[in-house]
């Protein structure tokens, strides 16, 4: 066996290409990026749990985030609402208890709400929720907490395969909106696209990896 | 059966219930589907597309600016032609709004036939004779260069006003001299191929879809009647030009 094919078979793609780590490797700080494997239950559209496998699969170029580390997959029970909506709190407020920052990818937007029940527990207050798009920014102190939703189905239709709506932001309107975020953002979710397996596939999947890698920067960065 | 197919039965385009003329209330939308084919030309596939809206309005879950009913689609043996007319003159008499989804552009000739004194907005890419030799002035959106000179003679004779595809892109499109009232006629090949290819007209001088649901979504005018036509949507795996006509058609009807 070549040694390409040695280091395509011993290595385990991640999120940007960040270590694989667990709940005990996390430390206050680090950015810790999850998969979200579920699209049926809030605002379903099948498909949009394979982002985050798409997105380890792309990550093979550009320097890994130094502060960040791929945590594996939520897990998730999508037959069983509530049982699934208290386990992935409960996950997340496993991680966010550890001082890290958390990422959820992919999947629908039921893995914002459940980032936000976690917040809420963690920091014994409601953790306002920043679009990706704009929405309630304002002037917000740097240390309050805040999550960060990305929606990529904010994207405007040329960048993906299978658009929803013509106008939308281009990746680049999207980072600069990310870098923009005000407060301290301890979370975000990166969701709602579905991504094909085609040439526009890789369009959209181009895009929203550079879109994580804003994201996991902005995390790492904590209070705007 | 589970809930989202029985949903996708039972409602119409952008979820309108599916219903008659005589069930249509002034001042909302009669909605039908004239799935009618080209009879030349390589690129084909209108007819599939008042079925195709529906199902994307359904996936998306668009809903419309106004209320009203589905009619379904008309039944295209006999002389469907007259049946069109005939509907859409029911429709304009009740005061409802006729929002006509073809099909090919003989569609949209038998709804202007049946308005044969109104004024008419086109987009489209090429001027047609017979909008040219109406009564009232066509105000024209879209067009590319490949217009012969007599056409542009008469269109300068006439004052019709008009606008180029190239020039709605560059620049703002609400300076167009549009009626108080008129009936619209939207053929997706008005949109660049490279942009939305699901169109039986090739055009790659066209306008940017997003330009399309502007300009039209600009213009302060109400709508004797709406008709759609020149979309093939299996040219178009995206559903970019679907897409184009679901938010062309919102903008239009906003307004009236």
Not at chain 1, 201 to 214: C, D, F, H
């Amino acid at each position: 066996m070549g040694d390409a094919a040695q280091i395509q078979f011993d290595t385990i793609p991640s999120f940007l290409g960040v270590p694989v780590g667990d709940l005990e490797d996390l430390v206050p700080g680090q950015v810790a990026i999850a998969g979200y494997f579920c699209d049926n239950l809030s605002r379903p559209a099948a498909e949009q749990r394979y982002l985050a496998r798409q997105l380890r699969y792309a990550s093979g170029h550009g320097k890994a985030p130094a502060n960040a580390i791929d945590l594996g997959d939520v897990n998730v029970f999508p037959l069983e609402p509530d049982k699934h909506f208290s386990a992935v709190v409960s996950q997340c407020v496993a991680v966010l208890e550890t001082g890290a920052r958390l990422v959820l990818v992919g999947g629908d937007s039921s893995g914002l709400k459940a980032l936000g029940t976690a917040a809420r527990q963690v920091t014994g207050a409601d953790v306002p929720v920043i679009e990706v798009t704009g929405g309630i920014a304002g002037n917000l102190p740097n240390v309050q907490p805040v999550i960060l939703s990305v929606d990529l189905q904010e994207l405007a239709a040329n960048w993906v395969s299978h658009p929803h709506r013509l106008a939308g932001l281009s990746p680049a309107q999207m980072a600069a909106q990310i870098v923009a975020t005000p407060g301290n953002v301890i979370a975000a979710a990166i969701y709602g696209l579905a991504p094909a397996l085609d040439n526009r596939g890789s369009t959209e999947v181009r895009a929203a990896l550079a879109i994580l890698r804003e994201v996991s920067d902005r995390l790492e960065k904590g209070a705007g | 059966m589970i809930s989202a197919q029985k949903q996708m039965i039972t409602n119409g385009y952008a979820g309108l219930p599916f219903g008659k003329v005589s069930q249509c209330d002034a001042g909302s939308v009669g909605l039908l589907g004239v799935p009618s084919e080209v009879d030349s030309g390589p690129r084909y596939g209108a007819s599939l597309a008042p079925d195709a809206l529906r199902k994307m309005t359904g996936q998306l879950g668009t809903s419309l600016p106004v209320n009203g009913r589905d009619l379904g689609n008309l039944d295209l043996s006999g002389d469907w032609l007259g049946v069109l007319m005939q509907l859409v003159t029911q429709m304009a008499d009740r005061d409802v709004v006729p929002v006509v989804l073809g099909g090919a552009s003989d569609v949209a000739s038998a709804v202007l036939a049946a308005f044969p004194d109104r004024p008419v907005v086109a987009a489209m890419p090429l001027a047609r004779r017979d909008l040219i030799e109406r009564p009232s002035n066509t105000t024209w959106v879209g067009l590319n260069g490949e217009q012969p000179a007599d056409v542009w003679d008469q269109i300068s004779q006439r004052m019709m006003d008009w606008r180029t595809a190239r020039q709605l892109d560059e620049v703002q499109a609400n300076t167009l001299d549009v009626p108080e009232r008129a009936v619209l006629w939207i053929d997706l090949s008005v949109i660049d191929l490279g942009h939305a290819a699901g169109a039986v007209g090739l055009n790659p001088g066209g306008m940017k879809p997003e330009t399309l649901v502007s300009v039209i979504g600009a213009m302060s005018c109400s709508w004797h009647a709406i008709v759609i036509t020149g979309l093939a949507p299996a040219l178009d795996t995206r559903g970019m030009s679907e897409l184009a006509a679901i938010e062309t058609l919102n903008a239009a009807l906003r307004h009236g």
